[in-house]
Every structure is written in structure tokens, then in C-alpha cells.
């Protein structure tokens, strides 16, 4: 089981398109890890988390191949996640696809009318299906692989998700994208225990927990999946989604945030189980 992180951003990227704070001049300046793309995740080679607008970069950055995707597991509707352009490029006369090239995309009822407004008609013209993902029903993703959606607490008036990423006995929490979750959520994550937990830290030094978090509160997170149960001792906890309005750079967050023990995503790294 190996998941690729593709982007660790929010909204606007690092270094945001117009801005000159400290975060964003430090990425100019330094490169790395401090470059960071819009969040998605690439698991295995074949599904694909988020369709965002930094794909193309990722792609040639990370030599990607999106012809082998077969499953696109959407979180919610926003810029930064979903560019639902990009599946029109599945059609003939855009791309050349061998006959097997066949995506399913899952997504909230948002996701499906915006996917049926850009790709007009027949869906299987663009090689493509769409499913609703469903708080707590189980999606099979072949080869022994599932997720689970779970109801994130991040934009009213839309079922936005998080996902149980589900092989070989392993299991990922993909929780970026989320403040303090619902009632309902903890009681399904107490029912797991994650080899790795991937947590929301939009808000860097803010302890504010709505729509995203910060540092303080996902140390908290951290601290009540310990409590429930779903995270060993020794389960990996990862840090994701930053905004440069954080104020933290990534050698800033590491200070942070490893003497916790939790880790710091970055554009590239892989997740391996």
C-alpha cells in the first residue's frame, strides 16, 4: 500500500500567486519542500484522490502516468480540490486512451452536477462513470483495496468528505480538509485503529477549529484518536494542507511539530505500508 502525496497546500499554493509575506518569499527564495502544490494523493498508481489544479505539474515533476487511474475518490467541490475541466480531456480528439482506460468518480451530489455540466451527454463518451460516495458505505476499489467516507466538518451546505483508505490489513485516514469532526464521525474512526493518520494544518500557529485546523488543534485530534482508541503508540500521524497564511515555513512546522512526534507532508513524499 503506497500513498503519494501530490500537493500539501491549501487554496492558493506556496508561494500564492500575488503575495509577498514571509512564507511565500522564504519558497521563492529556498525551493524544496517549501514549494508546495494544491492537495490530492495518488494511491498506488490507478486512484487518485482530489482532481486539483496542479495535476499537470505533478505529473511531470513526479514522471505520473494518469491513463493507469481507475478510481478518482473526490472530497469535496472547491477550487483547490476539484478543476472538473480536466475529465473533458478524456475525450477523443483531447487524448488518445487505450480501451481498458476506464475511471470511475465518486463524489458528493455537488460533485456529480458540476461533473455532469462540464462533461455533457453520455459520460462513457469521456471514459468515465460516476458514483455517489455515501457517509459509511464501503467503495471497493479492486485488488483488495476499499475506502470508507466519513463526514468531514468543513463547508455548510455541502457533504464534504474525508476517507478510510482500506489494503492488506492496513488502513489511512485521508483527514485533511476538516475541522473538529461531528459526533458521528469520531464514533466511526473509534472504530478503527490507523497505521497512519494524515490531519489538517491549514491554520498553522491559529487554534481556530473551524473548516480546517492548526497546530493546536491538531494536536488535539491527535491526542482524542489516542484516546478512542484508533491510533497506536507507534501509528504514524502526518501533518497536511498548509496555507501560507499560517505563517509557518516547513523547516518551522518540523520544529514544531516533531518534537510531537507528528510528521510534516511535503509534495512528493510517499506513505508506504
Known sequence: MKL??????????????????????????RGGPDIRRRTSYLWDEDILIDLGPDLFFAQVSFNLDYAKLRHLLMTHSHADHFLPESLQYRHPGFSILPADCWLTVYGNARIERRVRKICTGDLSKYFFDFQRARVGEEIDLDAGRSAVPVAAAHAEGEECLNYILKADGKTILVGNDSGWWQEETWRMLAAYQFDV????????????????????????????LRKLGALAADSRVIANHFSHNGQLTHDELIA?????????GYDGMQIEL
Open 197 to 224: 493518520a494524515i490531519i489538517d494544518c491549514t491554520y498553522g500557529q491559529s487554534d481556530s477549529c473551524e473548516g480546517h485546523l492548526g497546530v493546536p488543534g491538531l494536536l488535539a485530534t491527535r491526542n482524542e
Open 256 to 264: 514544531r511539530l516533531g518534537p510531537e512526534g507528528v510528521e510534516v
Open 4 to 29: 503519494t502525496v501530490l500537493g500539501s497546500a491549501a487554496a492558493e499554493g506556496i508561494p500564492a500567486l500575488f503575495c509577498h509575506c514571509e512564507v511565500c518569499q522564504h519558497a521563492r527564495e
